[in-house]
């Protein structure tokens, strides 16, 4: 039963702290997607991937996220510095040539 | 304007009830996605579709991309189907999704 894995599900930090969300999307498929949701704005997308480059990452503030593709099997966000503001479920999702997307299911993130 | 507006956002029906959410968008597409999420926050998606009409279950979808709109029907409607329905767009060039807001729908029993 093929699905996307994410670590850590859940996630308590000080402001100003490093975070590192993790995502193992599907095997086989050459696409990840990072989203964020948060009850004011939703579901936004902060970053996509194709074959490991980043093909958009006009969603994400840049002075504080970075999004990377170590490897076909792995999918990283990191926020550093974070802060308040940056409390959300963080969603990744993986799919093949603009198919169908399968969701991971999500860290939740609190930073106080 | 949002660029994908859903309706209703809330929505509450009785157990059995033929449900209709909609969904308008004002760019050109490739895609739009229905997606479900539970209270436990995970999502699902349900289809994806480019043009007529998908079913799967007791769930329909169908899209008119002259008149950019999109509907999700459930049909014999169950409390099991008590979720947040998000419509998403997939623009013509890219693989970026935007999302509308969601419809809250609770089925009582």
């Known amino acids: 039963d093929a699905r996307v894995t994410q670590t850590p599900r859940h996630k308590v930090t000080e402001m100003g702290q490093e975070v590192t969300m993790r995502c193992q999307p599907i095997l086989g498929h050459n696409t990840v997607f990072w989203y964020r949701q948060t009850m004011m704005q939703g579901l936004e997308l902060l970053a996509y991937?194709?074959?490991?480059?980043?093909?958009?990452d006009s969603g994400m503030p840049k002075d504080r996220f970075s999004a990377e593709m170590p490897d076909a099997t792995l999918a990283t966000l990191k926020i550093q510095p974070s802060e308040p503001r940056d409390s959300a479920v963080y969603f990744c999702?993986?799919?093949?040539?603009?198919?169908?997307?399968?969701f991971g299911p999500g860290t939740r993130l609190t930073v106080t | 304007k949002n660029e994908v507006e859903q309706s209703p956002q809330n929505l509450t029906a009785q157990e059995g009830e033929f449900i209709t959410i909609n969904c308008s968008y004002s760019v050109g597409i490739s895609a739009l996605h229905w997606l479900q999420q539970h209270p436990g926050g995970g999502i699902v998606s349900l289809f994806m579709l480019s043009s007529g009409k998908k079913k799967h279950g007791r769930l329909i979808a169908t899209i008119n991309i002259q008149e950019k709109h999109s509907s999700l029907h459930i049909t014999a409607s169950h409390p099991r189907d008590s979720a947040v329905y998000i419509c998403?767009?997939?623009?013509?060039?890219?693989?970026?999704?935007?999302f509308g807001e969601g419809t809250q729908l609770t089925v009582n029993p």
């Open positions: 991937f194709r074959n490991r480059a980043p093909l958009d």
């Open positions: 998403a767009v997939k623009a013509t060039s890219g693989s970026r999704l935007t």
């Open positions: 999702a993986s799919g093949f040539r603009g198919y169908e997307q399968y």
